[in-house]
């Protein structure tokens, strides 16, 4: 497979407005030569792919004898035509999704490439600037674009698919259940792991991970199994597994609870947490209830006191750990948990009481050991 230079581009006609509601934020070459390396890692050389981009915004990612672009952007693909060879359309490419909007055969072999847009259009952050999506076939509907355009690559049988997006797709058990579409038909066959800060137009506080994800069409598919046990690798050699960590949420609630937990039970409120990023950017402990907060009984309480300690401690957890949600190994933490218990209550006055709980030396000496332990090798000084 013949994969050629591609010259790095000022790509900047949209101001953060226009960014947030196309999805478009361009990827830096060095990422696009990644893609590139993994495909001609895990391609067959001997067969002749074309190289398509459904979301290509100047083409940056388009390589190769034959390659085909389209984007929603008109500026965009303007600017893609007077730049490249490439064949480009200026559509939308999850509406009336086909082979035959390409001029491609059902015969010809396909890899699908690119940065497509991950934009939750329902989530509140930059909600203030968001607009009504774009049409979409009612089979790839998602309210993240991401997983709609995922799902569109099934629909184009695409033998490869080698894209960067959010690891969270994968490893948040409601994301992989929402690509079903896509992952019935694919299997993850390599991958690398890198940083959200490798984009110069994202948060640099609060980094998350991106996938270089290459799948193969595989009629057998994957299940959540398989991620759970597949084991990532970072762009600098870390090795994780999710299937190595237990979380908080096999024993105390994450999301808003009134449902399940009465009044009378109730001891305390914490702010629901999401993942391991969330809680670095949110609250914990909350005076009062709100339809965004966790009803705590007073067997619970210690696990509420875990989370709101390990906040202190999100500096030492690496990126790549950003959207799991919060690990804990469960034997270690009862055997210290009134250290935690202790340091919650020194944070929040307002637990005093609530618990019963101790003066105990050396607390903060024995929680660090128990995080050391827990991250072992992922742990940052």
Do not use: W
């Amino acid at each position: 497979m013949n994969v050629g230079y591609t010259a790095n581009m000022n790509q900047n006609h949209l101001d953060l407005k226009g960014a947030v509601n196309f999805g478009s934020f361009y990827t830096p070459e060095h990422l696009v030569d990644l893609v590139y390396n993994i495909i001609k890692k895990n391609a067959p050389d001997n067969e002749r792919y074309i190289i398509l981009d459904t979301s290509c915004g100047y083409g940056g990612f388009l390589r190769g004898e034959k390659s085909i672009g389209a984007d929603i952007d008109k500026q965009a693909i303007q600017f893609a035509r007077n730049n490249s060879y490439s064949v480009y359309f200026n559509h939308n490419s999850l509406l009336n999704i086909s082979r035959k909007q390409y001029n491609l055969s059902k015969d010809e072999k396909l890899i699908i490439v690119g940065n497509p847009p991950y934009n939750d259009t329902t989530s509140i952050i930059r909600k203030d600037i968001k607009e009504k999506s774009c049409l979409k076939d009612d089979d790839v509907k998602a309210r993240d674009l991401g997983i709609s355009f995922l799902r569109s690559y099934n629909k184009l049988e695409s033998d490869y698919v080698c894209v960067l997006h959010p690891l969270s797709y994968l490893i948040k058990k409601t994301n992989f259940n929402c690509l079903r579409l896509f992952t019935n038909n694919y299997r993850l066959t390599d991958s690398v792991v890198f940083s959200s800060g490798e984009f110069s137009a994202t948060s640099k506080t609060t980094q998350f991970p991106v996938i270089a994800a290459f799948y193969e069409r595989n009629l057998c598919g994957m299940n959540y199994n398989y991620i759970e046990n597949y084991k990532f690798k970072t762009i600098d050699n870390k090795i994780f597994s999710i299937k190595n960590y237990d979380t908080i949420g096999n024993y105390a609630s994450k999301y808003p609870n009134h449902k399940q937990v009465s009044q009378d039970e109730t001891v305390a409120f914490f702010y629901t947490m999401r993942d391991i990023n969330a809680l670095k950017r949110a609250a914990t402990f909350l005076d009062k209830e709100t339809y965004n907060t966790v009803r705590i009984t007073r067997n619970t309480l210690p696990y509420y006191c875990y989370a709101d300690v390990l906040k202190d401690y999100t500096p030492h957890i690496p990126y790549y750990f950003g959207n799991n949600d919060i690990i804990i190994d469960n034997d270690a933490f009862l055997e210290i948990k009134n250290l935690f218990i202790q340091r919650s209550v020194e944070k929040h006055p307002q637990l005093c009481g609530i618990i019963e709980q101790k003066k105990y030396n050396n607390a903060d000496i024995e929680i660090g050991k128990y995080f050391e332990s827990l991250l072992g090798e992922h742990y940052m000084d």
